[in-house]
Structures are given as structure tokens and as C-alpha cells.
């Protein structure tokens, strides 16, 4: 099956790395990446900014030169940014903001409604949220004003699935990424995403998977290919998110 890898990370070291709530990050550059994913058909893809790089973009504008226009970059921007930078990062391949909820480094969630629609005015990016759903209620009157928001690692919580599912309702996208990390089940939350919005959800590996319980294994992919048929598990697998990512 074909893949966009809605969710990855490169972890540079001749770029800034923070230590992050007492974690360091081990390298991860783009050739281990190339290896690991050697044995699935990756397409095109969006690399994710972690907390542990903060608001640094030299590391993200390198790999996007290397990798190519059918991957994009999701970056963490302090909203004093220019929007002359914005401009330049979207024309480099940066297509949405992130708001790193779970672990910090990104700009403080009391931002959100405004640099959210900040961005989307301006180029047209989504904004993705790293949060445990559990908590979405308290800013769900937010989220489903905005005019693009997605969530990572289906949110990680069983205790958050019904608020999120509330919010895939609305049209917000999920990311069915990092099972080794998240506390739910997950083949009722695949299907009860999908039951709702076909289009909402989109499969990332997560590599590294740094701090996760288990890294990304090939069971996952074999996990949604169980769940779904074949134009259900395409849609999961590459197009929904290459629609998002290059609307």
C-alpha cells in the first residue's frame, strides 16, 4: 500500500536540540529514516517539528531541501512572527503550525485561536494540536470555530475519545500515529473515527518514537489493512492526508 507518512521526525544534531522535561532525544537523520521505512512505499510525507527543537527552522528548511516537494513540514512558531517569515517558510514547504500541548516548546495554547487563524489567513496552513483529548473540552468551543485543526496520536487518552469524537464530527482531521505511546483502544478508535468522517483520519509512522512505550512497527499498517477495505485503508494510508497537507 502506499503511504504518506502523515507524522515523522528528524532529529539533527548540527541544529539545536533542548533538553525536554529531563529527555534528550537520540539522532535521528534522514538516511536512519530512509532505512527504516525501506521496506514500505513512502510516498510523501510531513515532518514534525518536537518539542526539543523548539522554534528552530534551519533543521526543518534542510530536510525539506533534501527530501523533496512531496514532503512538508510541520513547524512550532512563536506568534511574534513576521509574516514575511511565515510567507518564506510556506513557500520552502512548511504547511501547518504546532501547538505542542503534551510536552511544550511550541507557543502557549492561550494563542491558539489567533495564531491559528493567523497562518490559515495567510497561507492556508492547518494547525495540529499534541494533546491528551481528555483535556479538549475545556478549549472545544475553540477548536470548532477554527478553520483547520487536527490531533495527534488519536489522542492519546480512552478517557479523551468521546470529546474527540465530538470534535471529528466538525470536521477536525485525527492522526492515527503512534500507537506504542497512546492509552486507548485502538481498533475502536480507528473505526469510530472513520464511522463518523471517512476523510478525517490520516496513518503516520511517528519514527523515532521517541519516549514511546513501543516504537513504530509494520503491525500498524497491517492493523489498519485488518480494520478497513481497500479504499477505506488507501484513504487512511495516503490520501487523506495528502489532501490536507496539499489542499
Request: proline share 4%; aromatic share 10%; net charge negative.
Amino acid at each position: 500500500m502506499r503511504i504518506f507518512d502523515a507524522h515523522f521526525h528528524i532529529i539533527d544534531f548540527d541544529f539545536p536540540i533542548i533538553e525536554n522535561q529531563g529527555y534528550l532525544p537520540p539522532s535521528y537523520v534522514i538516511e536512519d529514516y530512509q532505512n527504516e521505512t525501506a521496506d514500505i512505499i513512502v510516498l510523501g510525507g510531513a515532518i514534525v517539528s518536537g518539542s526539543f527543537q523548539g522554534f528552530d527552522q534551519k533543521y526543518l528548511l534542510k530536510t525539506l531541501k533534501q527530501m523533496g516537494s512531496t514532503f512538508c513540514g510541520v513547524t512550532q512558531l512563536p506568534f511574534t512572527v513576521t509574516d514575511e517569515e511565515i510567507i518564506h517558510l510556506n513557500v520552502k514547504g512548511v504547511k501547518a503550525l504546532r501547538f505542542n500541548i503534551k510536552r511544550g516548546g511550541s507557543e502557549d495554547l492561550s494563542k491558539l485561536d489567533y495564531f491559528a487563524r493567523r497562518v490559515h489567513d495567510l497561507v492556508g496552513w492547518h494547525s495540529e494540536l499534541y494533546i491528551d483529548a481528555k483535556e479538549i473540552h475545556e478549549i472545544a468551543s475553540t477548536i470548532i470555530k477554527l478553520p483547520a485543526i487536527s490531533i495527534d496520536h488519536l489522542g492519546l487518552s480512552e478517557e479523551g475519545l468521546p470529546h474527540m469524537l465530538k470534535l471529528v464530527d466538525k470536521g477536525v482531521h485525527i492522526k492515527a500515529t503512534g500507537f506504542g505511546r497512546i492509552d486507548l483502544n485502538i481498533k475502536n478508535a480507528l473505526k469510530s473515527i472513520y464511522e463518523i468522517n471517512p476523510n478525517a483520519l490520516m496513518f503516520g509512522t511517528d519514527l523515532p518514537s521517541t519516549r514511546a512505550k513501543r516504537p513504530f512497527e509494520f503491525g500498524d499498517i497491517v492493523l489498519i489493512q485488518q480494520l478497513f477495505d481497500d479504499q477505506a485503508t488507501d484513504n487512511i494510508l495516503y490520501k487523506n492526508a495528502l489532501k490536507w497537507y496539499f489542499k
